[in-house]
């Protein structure tokens, strides 16, 4: 109500932990492989969520994300996140 | 003694519970639906199978956040019997209740067959008076149903027996070919420390009736049975 | 007038059928109003080619509740209960997406079991893709398996039985039938018949998006370029399973008048279709109707097909009653408009009308049309090609042959895609996947069973569709017979090319009388069905394919029958003994030759046979059994001993002598009527003296025992490398 | 075996069409709410894979890893792609 709020677009990347087994990364690997894409030597799968996010500035949006991903969008126990805030948008 | 099966949306193997219950055990059953914040009154719970929220995200994931897990958490934290089955378990995991987590298979595909699960233990409500290496035959359906713990979690739990169902072959031995989905140690189920609550993929409410190929499943809904009584009597 | 022939295709109208329109209306249509017609006037919703030929179909019968003309048919099944099932296809969505196109095809036919206030219980799934030595195929079978297994399992609804077939011209054109049970109380069953003027119209569930307005109705009303044809739809199995649980609740109320799907054309046809079979008319204005998307005009919410969205007509009094229970599901809805007195089907936009004509002018306007009807020289030629000119096969060339067979994708098991579909939940599931001829469910709260299977072979159609079409309902109505239930009605779902071509039409023609024969001397009337034309690629029609899902009836569940023979038991065949190699599997797969005359078969003797196989089950004097089909009897002997982790000892000799002294006939001939069971010991005199009496013949074929599948005489296999083979045909 | 290769680190980001309908971005959307993050007005969800792949050069694994989206990686019918080579890595 008080403070002005602008949109933000954030993208938040998951990924496995190093030491977690990735059968999907593997799966996808050989699939390249069976095309005779045989220079890619490693893939590993993870998620992408474009988010639409008000917040007032950018540091706080940026807070209010990382903030979702430990509660929600990740499993800490064998995921790991990165976020990053884009442009804000005209409201 | 009365059974309550939490059920959320999406949840789709609460029917089964209930009915394992009613016309398998012969108990007192009623569904507790998610959006309601107290669980006064039931002896045991079970949170059951199915796809609560889609499994978006991750199996498990958002509805460990529905309002009824704070009444569940207390439950559990009063030492009150908690079974959490397939979906169950995952939401289970999800919210600390059992340690560990369920990644997808590594078949990456949903796998429905009958499998024979070894108990480990006889310490949890839901495995009390079974021979420890009894083998049961389940059902079990579930695309994300890889156990996955890290070698110190691991190590925990076989210190602490909350090793509680293993994957094996008909004679009781695991072997690679016996793990249908990948999981570590061909883990099929955990306890919390205490033991009172605890989770497993396979389906033991799908395992009620003879004419479903068969009704092991009862013998764990019935141990929690056997459990009170005997708590009751050392009260 | 105006209209160019550019927006009559674009609608998919001709000229004659614009100018039917146009007269009727006395005036040209509006933009929305034409966009309307072309939905209701297209072969999907309108049924231009199929209707005259349906009406052939025999849909009466003192079990069927709901014949067709609703969302699904419904039979009684005792206790007060009725069994609701349809069948649809979804090939067109499957084989541009696979995974969305199949599992949008469940969503659908399992909203038309909804709609009927039947609780799904089963699902069932046929489908024919092109050969899987090419990657695209493969991609499509495990795209469309996905899909049917992602949605389905979801909703925990459990994939209980289905086929699946291979040929070459479902390479492009894939046939994707989903087909769905449900279970209803007599006096809950559902129509979607608006009544009471007054009465509200509310949509509920997933909002409006621009997904799956076809590319062939799709009129562009403001912008041409700025089309959004063909956004391929996506589904959301979550959100279905809400509709599912809410609307089952709902209908417990007093308030539900009328329930219909969004399926195919949307709203458009979801209102049409209420007004006009309620005789009443419908006014909704669009600008109520929740969009996924800013800026959609009035064609577009018009006929989106969104999916896991339903109309509900509801009385006024019951409003918040409604909202309470769509509130407590978390599910969106709105109120669009009301039920009125007028017969018209008026959609407002913001209050202004955009569209404004009678309801029946869309249903019952519709034309139908009979094409010329001429049998493919071809075909003729085909079917004339005499098997028996070629080389019998050697003694030593018996094991090579089942052992192809066997593999064959035509044959081999269909464990791989079947253990992705959860086939336990709702534990009611009594014969699992693979485990029998048809599944068996039970029917909680009676010791009833419910049996189910789809079928057909399409290659029998195309070689002789009459017959083939007759096959289809005998095939179906014998796997569920092999069970012990009695089938008791069936659906179908008539798959075929362009009806416009004459041979085409004559399939079809010829199929639906095959079908309506057999359908008529077995006792199983139609109450629901399909049909999916234009299946084509490059101008070649895909095989005809009319399949059947057929449900029966089992008076005590506990009798149910598998396919495993057990060690001991002794092995008969009843029914037909003179087989062909016409239309074969054998023929396909040894000779790569796809013809010569399917088997003959005779429905009345078909039905004289079932009716001895549900006799046996039900004094339990056979513990296995099993039909003849693709592959013939060694192949179906091979699958019984499998199944039972068991060999046999087989004498062929009395089988050869009437097959013309032919190994080749006698072991891999297809026929018509054919069981093969298991009986324990000392009741193989008791089945002869009932085959007799029933006027089946029999043969005594030998010994269930020890660990090879000897045919004396000829070859000795081991039974261990046949399940390897037959287990890991999908495989390669 | 002629031309050097490098190692490059390929980032693939896939998300559906912008009219696909998207419920498992809608119902994390709703999960976010619940939590009482209602500053988050929308989510589409995606994938994100990280691929090793070997190169002569940038442009090279540009090419070789759009080809591999369009040909497995990337439905296309309802998702999009795009694709970022990060630094050559020391092989
Ligand atoms: N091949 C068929 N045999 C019998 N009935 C059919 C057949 N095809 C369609 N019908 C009936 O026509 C009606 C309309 O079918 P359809 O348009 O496919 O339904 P929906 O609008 O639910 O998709 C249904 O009652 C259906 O059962
Ligand atoms: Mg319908």
Known sequence: MTAAKRQFHADVFITLKRLVNDPEGIEIRNGLHNLGYDDVSEVRAGKYMQLQVEAANEDEALASVNEMCERLLCNTVIEEFRVSILEPQAT | MKFGVVTFPGSNGDHDALSAVEYGLGEEVAPVWHKSTSVDGFDALLVPGGFSYGDYLRGGAIARFSPIMGAVAEFAAAGKPVLGICNGFQILTEAGLLPGTLMKNPSLSFVCDWVDVRVDSDRTPFTRGIDIGTVLRLPIAHGQGSYYIDTDGLDELKRNEQIIFTYTDRAGVETPESNPNGSVANIAGVSNGPGNVVGLMPHPERAFDAVLGGDDGLRLLGAVLGAATKEAITA | ?732
């Open chain 3, 1 to 732: 007038m105006t209209i160019t022939e550019q927006a009559l295709r674009e609608v998919a109208l001709s000229r004659p059928e614009y100018d039917q329109i146009v007269e009727l209306l006395g005036r040209e249509p509006t933009p929305v109003e034409l966009g309307m017609f072309g939905a209701m006037w297209s072969e999907h919703c309108g049924y231009k080619h199929s209707r005259p030929l349906l009406s052939k179909f025999p849909t009466e019968s003192p079990r069927v509740l709901q014949g067709p003309g609703e969302n699904a048919g419904v039979v009684d099944i005792g206790d007060g209960l009725g069994a609701a099932f349809k069948i649809e296809s979804h090939n067109h969505p499957s084989a541009i997406e696979p995974y969305q196109g199949a599992a949008t095809g469940v969503g659908g036919i399992v909203r038309d079991v909804f709609t009927m206030g039947a609780r799904p219980v089963a699902l069932l799934d046929s489908l024919h893709f092109g050969p899987q030595s090419s990657p695209r195929n493969r991609y499509l079978l495990s795209g469309v398996v996905g899909g049917i297994g992602g949605y389905g399992n979801c909703l925990g609804i459990p994939t209980v039985a289905g086929d699946i077939f291979f040929a070459d011209s479902y390479s492009a054109n894939p046939l994707v039938n989903a087909m769905c049970v449900g279970v209803v109380r007599h006096e809950m069953i559902m129509r979607a018949r608006a009544s009471g003027p007054g009465n509200l119209v509310v949509v509920v569930g997933a909002d409006t998006g621009r997904d799956g307005i076809h590319g062939a109705t799709f009129a562009s009303v403001d912008n041409p370029e700025d089309s959004h044809r063909g956004v391929v739809q996506v589904g959301n199995p979550f959100l279905e399973k809400l509709l599912l649980e809410a609307c089952l609740e709902l209908l417990e109320t007093d308030y539900v008048v009328a329930m219909q799907d969004l399926g195919a054309a949307g709203l458009t046809s979801s209102i049409v279709e209420c007004a006009s079979s309620g005789g009443v008319g419908i006014e909704i204005d669009i600008a109520k109707v929740s969009r996924r998307e800013a800026a959609m005009n009035a064609y577009e919410v018009m006929l989106s097909e969104s999916q896991e969205r339903m109309l509900v007509i509801i009385r006024e009094d019951g409003l918040d009653a409604v909202r309470e229970i769509f509130d407590r599901w978390d599910l969106h809805s709105d109120v669009v408009g009301t039920v009125t007195d007028d017969g018209m089907v008026r959609i407002l936009e913001d209050g202004e009308i955009v569209a404004n004509v009678p309801a029946t002018y869309y249903t019952d306007e519709c034309p139908t049309y009979v094409r010329p009807s001429i049998e493919n020289p071809d075909t003729i030629e085909l079917r004339a090609f005499d098997p028996d000119v070629l080389q019998d096969l050697a003694h030593d060339e018996l094991e090579s042959a089942l052992l192809e067979l066997l593999r064959s994708h035509n044959v081999c098991s269909r464990e791989r895609v079947t253990r992705t579909y959860d086939h336990t939940i709702l534990s009611n599931t009594v014969v699992p996947p693979i485990a029998g001829d048809a599944a068996v469910i039970r029917i909680k709260g009676t010791g009833r069973g419910l049996a189910m299977k789809t079928d057909c072979n399409p290659r029998y159609v195309f070689l002789n569709p009459r017959k083939g079409g007759m096959h289809a309902v005998a095939e179906a109505a014998r796997n569920v017979a092999c069970t012990g239930a009695t089938p008791v009605a069936m659906t179908n779902c008539l798959n075929f090319g362009n009806p416009e071509k004459p041979d085409v039409y004559f399939q079809l023609e010829q199929a639906v009388s095959g079908m309506a024969d057999a359908a008529r001397s077995l006792s199983t009337p139609i109450v629901s069905g399909n049909v999916s034309l234009y299946n084509e690629t490059n101008g070649v029609p895909v095989l005809p394919t009319p399949v059947v899902g057929m449900i029966g009836v089992l008076e005590d569940v506990g009798r149910s029958c598998g396919m495993a023979a057990s060690a001991g038991d002794e092995l008969l065949l009843l029914g037909t003994q003179v087989a062909t190699l016409g239309a074969s599997e054998y023929l396909a797969v040894r000779h790569t030759t796809i013809a010569g005359d399917p088997p003959d078969i005779d429905p009345d003797f078909e039905g004289r046979l079932q009716e001895l196989v549900i006799g046996l089950i039900e004094q339990g004097i056979v513990t296995g059994t099993h039909d003849t089909s693709e592959g013939g009897l060694l192949v179906s002997i091979s699958e019984m001993l499998i199944a039972g982790g068991t060999g046999a000892t087989i004498d062929l000799q009395a089988l050869l002598e009437v097959n013309g002294g032919r190994l080749d006939r006698a072991a891999f001939g297809e026929a018509a009527s054919r069981v093969v069971v298991s009986a324990p010991v000392g009741m193989a005199d008791e089945i002869v003296a009932k085959a007799r009496a029933a006027d089946v013949p029999v043969v005594r074929l030998g010994q269930v025992e020890g660990p090879t599948l000897n045919v004396l005489g000829v070859s000795q296999m081991q039974v261990s490398e046949l399940a390897g083979a037959w287990r890991g045909g999908l495989d390669d």
